[in-house]
């Protein structure tokens, strides 16, 4: 099992910048891959971005150029930088590892005021 915590979320102009976190703990060592998706209301979730143990990154065509995904297999935490921020990427930011099984965060808050 792999227990995932986001922090980092909040509030910000749009314009802005706000970095996401995810930490695994429990049987961190088998994940393969850990990405991030977001859920706006009234929407279904949707990919952001996901990064491989090897470091292979790939992004959503809406957020290429603004968010960058990174990891750090030591710690077992992925990064996503999120700059030039938009009211549309209002939304619940959700951390996913994959083992061969899915594991999901409990989600963080991302609003963007304009």
């Known amino acids: 099992q792999v227990q995932l915590v986001e922090s980092g979320g909040g509030l910000v102009q749009a314009g802005g910048s706000l970095n996401l976190s995810c930490t695994a703990s429990?049987?961190?060592?088998?994940?393969?891959?850990m990405g991030w998706y977001c859920k706006a209301p009234g929407k279904q979730r949707t990919f952001v971005a996901v990064?491989?143990?090897?470091?292979?990154?790939n992004y959503a065509d809406s957020v290429k150029g603004r968010f960058t995904i990174s990891r750090d297999n030591r710690k077992n935490t992925v990064h996503l930088q999120m700059n030039s921020l938009t009211p549309d990427d209002t939304a619940v930011y959700y951390c996913?590892?994959?083992?061969?099984?899915?594991?999901w965060g409990q989600g963080t808050q991302v609003t963007v005021s304009s």
């Open positions: 990064i491989t143990t090897g470091g292979a990154p």
């Open positions: 996913r590892a994959f083992d061969g099984s899915v594991y």
């Open positions: 429990g049987s961190a060592f088998t994940i393969n891959s």
